[in-house]
């Protein structure tokens, strides 16, 4: 109240406003102490130094100290971000590099498959085949045992069962 009281009053001594910044320095509030001593300290320079002197030696020592907080504090802040930064980056740099070598390996993966495709197209195109010509066979058989035992009859029929078939053949 009294920092309140300086500020609206005509009179440039303000020793509750660096009684203030000091306790906002400690609270960790610097950037607001730094203002009330930068005030403090311009009003001392502009009134009667020489009679203050005490009081502006407190002034410059405050200043100073939040001065020197505020700017370590914007150092540190300013390291926290760029080394956030740098592990922000290599986090990227190695993802990257990971998706890279995920898709040279799918490509890898899907020249595999369609070779192996081809392949798997022939071998079916072949079964097929084998198996269309297969079922030609079994629907030709009744038909040419039918032949057989109308030209030459029962015992016609019979030497040709006694035959090995063509499925044992094959």
């Known amino acids: 109240r009294s920092a309140t009281y300086d500020l609206k009053a005509s009179v440039k001594e303000y020793v509750s406003l660096l009684l203030l910044s000091k306790i906002l320095m400690e609270e960790g509030e610097y950037s607001r102490a730094a203002r009330y001593i930068e005030v403090a300290t311009k009003d001392a320079l502009y009134g009667n130094y020489a009679s203050n002197i005490q009081n502006n030696s407190q ?6 100290e939040a001065l020197d907080k505020v700017e370590r504090s914007r150092y540190r802040m300013l390291l926290v971000t760029l080394s956030l930064s740098i592990v922000f980056l290599l986090t990227m740099i190695v993802f990257s590099c990971f998706l890279m070598s995920q898709r040279r390996r799918l490509r890898d993966t899907n ?12 071998y079916l195109l072949r079964y097929m085949l084998l198996a269309s ?4 066979r ?17 015992e016609a029929l019979t030497a040709k069962l006694k035959e090995p078939s063509y499925a044992e053949e094959e």
């Not at 020249?111 to 022939?122: G, M, P």
């Not at 010509?133 to 030609?136: H, P, S, V």
């Open 138 to 154: 079994i629907e030709e058989t009744p038909r040419a045992y039918r032949k057989l035992y109308k030209s030459g009859g029962v």
């Open 59 to 64: 002034t410059l020592l405050v200043a100073g």
């Open 133 to 136: 010509g297969y079922i030609k």
């Open 111 to 122: 020249a595999a498959l369609k070779d192996v495709n081809r392949i798997k197209n022939n």
